[in-house]
């Protein structure tokens, strides 16, 4: 007889920092230099889709990343977050003779981006929150996105933010241990639902500098970093909670372009330098400073992870004339095509 398959499947969305996490204190547990602060987006097409199963008849325990095989237990961060679920699954277990004893079984966890490798978006956010809700659902866990939140952080710090929609702030917290590094939400969509984005794809290609090896050497080289993170990120995340409260546009869009292009001058501040941004990404920082010029006020926003795509910013009501002007610019690219100046992603590395 086949033996009993214990499964469950969720998905988990991308999210998009406007405020930047950049530097670990300490790296093994993922703890963050500062907070951060996120918007999730909300698209259907933009999301990871994972199945978390157990069974008696299952090995090891096994991850299928887009069609990729890896062994869990080889992964230090994967296995980090199996072994906190199952422990605390085991604590259930314990306390009700009543359950299944599926803590003792092997894992095997199937996880598919259903947006393109060449939208050019770092999946691991949407991939290890992913991760992580499958399995404590399939452990029958009755956490809180904030609890959940502390594992998914030890897989890929900006992950913590991908269990909430809406706007989310990771507060880095204070104690060695991690227990109060997790994300929080600030307000959900439905608080300022006119809020769109535009990812333009300035290189598909997978980035030079991880974000771990390049967070490392911030943090040892960069002394506009130390003012960063003492000085100026506090009081900005204060600053973009309040935007955000009171749906000031023009707040959130200048907090969110000082900060990325803050993010990116410690890059240039790091010894040897790390260069994100290309020349395309340049152009497009020019075009928005122009969409905000004729506008008269500012409309768009522009924002960089560790990489050359931008993610733009703007309200609905604006929609037409950004999409329209961004559409000028780079009406070759792929992406506009069945997107009625809609995009989720267009790529623009042959502008
Ligand atoms: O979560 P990681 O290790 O991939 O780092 C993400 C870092 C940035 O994307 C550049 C900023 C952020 O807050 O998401």
Request: overall charge neutral; glycine content about 6%.
């Amino acid at each position: 007889m086949a033996e009993k398959v214990y499964q469950c499947t969720v998905s988990a969305p991308v999210n998009i920092a406007v405020i930047k996490y950049w530097g670990k204190r300490d790296v093994g547990l993922n703890l963050p230099t500062n907070s951060s602060l996120s918007v999730t987006l909300s698209q259907d097409d933009l999301r990871t889709v994972t199945t978390a199963s157990c069974s008696k008849s299952f090995e090891k325990d096994t991850l299928w990343l887009n069609g990729h095989v890896e062994d869990i237990s080889t992964s230090k961060r994967l296995s980090v977050c199996v072994e906190e679920l199952r422990s605390a699954r085991q604590g259930l277990e314990k306390e009700d003779d009543s359950l299944d004893k599926i803590s003792q079984l092997k894992l095997h966890v199937v996880s598919k981006n259903n947006f393109p490798t060449a939208a050019g978006l770092a999946s691991s956010a949407a991939g290890y929150a992913a991760f992580t809700e499958a399995v404590a659902r399939l452990y029958g866990l009755p956490w809180t996105p904030t609890q959940l939140s502390r594992i998914a952080r030890q897989g890929s710090g900006s992950a913590c933010r991908s269990l909430f929609g809406g706007y989310v702030a990771w507060e880095m917290g204070e104690l060695h241990s991690g227990a109060d590094s997790v994300a929080v939400q600030v307000e959900p969509v439905e608080h300022w639902p006119e809020m769109r984005v535009a990812i333009m794809v300035a290189s598909a290609a997978k980035k030079g500098v991880s974000s771990t090896s390049g967070m490392q050497s911030t943090v040892a080289s960069s002394t506009l970093f130390q003012k960063r993170v003492k000085n100026i990120v506090p009081e900005r995340m204060q600053a973009m909670k309040q935007a955000i409260r009171k749906h000031d546009f023009e707040t959130f869009a200048k907090l969110t372009m000082t900060d990325s292009n803050q993010f990116h001058a410690c890059c240039l501040d790091t010894f040897p330098p790390i260069f994100y941004l290309n020349d395309t990404s340049r152009a497009i920082i020019r075009v928005v400073e122009n969409i905000n010029a004729a506008a008269g006020k500012t409309v768009a926003a522009y924002t960089f992870d560790a990489g050359p795509n931008a993610v733009v910013y703007f309200l609905e009501e604006n929609s037409a004339y950004v999409l329209d002007t961004l559409y000028a610019v780079s009406r070759n690219a792929q992406g506009w095509e069945d997107s009625e100046r809609n995009p989720t992603s267009v790529k623009i590395d042959d502008v």
